[in-house]
């Protein structure tokens, strides 16, 4: 099995989710498994620029930025293609995602690679037979709650590529009860099969 790791903390040091994501990760893997590890503060790019819809710009078009652009997400979605399992690991910011797993989700959305149009006009995810694991964290913000833009947003966009198998581990409202948030986390990955 090859699995992905993504990372997508602004911290680098004393993060939350990305220790959480790094117990996940040995209590899943088998010996004989592959990781692909992605820091998403490493590098990354915005979508930006774009003459049409779609990611799509003539490579005659495209300018020094368009080609990093176009560079970085066929890496991205390759990774998403070879990977049988994925792991994302988020904090909850002002709310929502941090700017660079939107732009790693923006990057990734590619018609024809990562999800297509259907005759009616539906779409349809492309990477079937995954199964993705959330890694989600916050201060003061309960998961699932309205406040939450973050957790349904990963869940939709993991779905709209085609991965319907997520599971979340999360240590929310750290603020309130840090302990008891760690350990309820910590008791969420000892209890996935």
């Known amino acids: 099995m090859k699995i992905y790791q993504i990372d997508s903390s602004a911290r680098k040091e004393g993060s939350t989710s990305r220790a959480l994501a790094k117990k996940l990760l040995n209590k899943i893997k ?113 998961l699932n709650s309205k406040e939450d833009f973050l957790t349904p947003w990963l869940k939709f966009i993991l779905n709209f590529f085609g991965i319907e198998k997520v599971d979340v581990v999360s240590a929310d409202q750290m603020a309130l009860d840090y302990e008891r948030s760690i350990q309820n986390a910590e008791k969420q990955i000892d209890n996935l099969n």
Do not use: C
Not at 39 to 57: A, H, Q
Not at 106 to 131: C, H, M
């Open 30 to 142: 088998k010996p004989n498994d592959t990781v692909v590890y992605r820091d998403l503060n490493d590098e990354m790019v915005f979508v930006s620029g774009l003459t049409e819809s779609g990611m799509n710009i003539d490579k005659k078009d495209q300018n020094e930025n368009h080609k990093k652009m176009f560079e970085l997400s066929n890496k991205l979605v390759k990774e998403l293609k070879e990977s049988d399992i994925i792991i994302i690991s988020a904090p909850i910011y002002n709310y929502g995602p941090p700017a660079t797993l939107k732009a790693w989700s923006d990057l990734a959305a590619r018609v024809g690679e990562t999800f297509k149009f259907k005759p009616n006009g539906r779409r349809e995810g492309l990477l079937k037979n995954k199964r993705a694991y959330l890694v989600i964290t916050s201060g003061g913000t309960k």
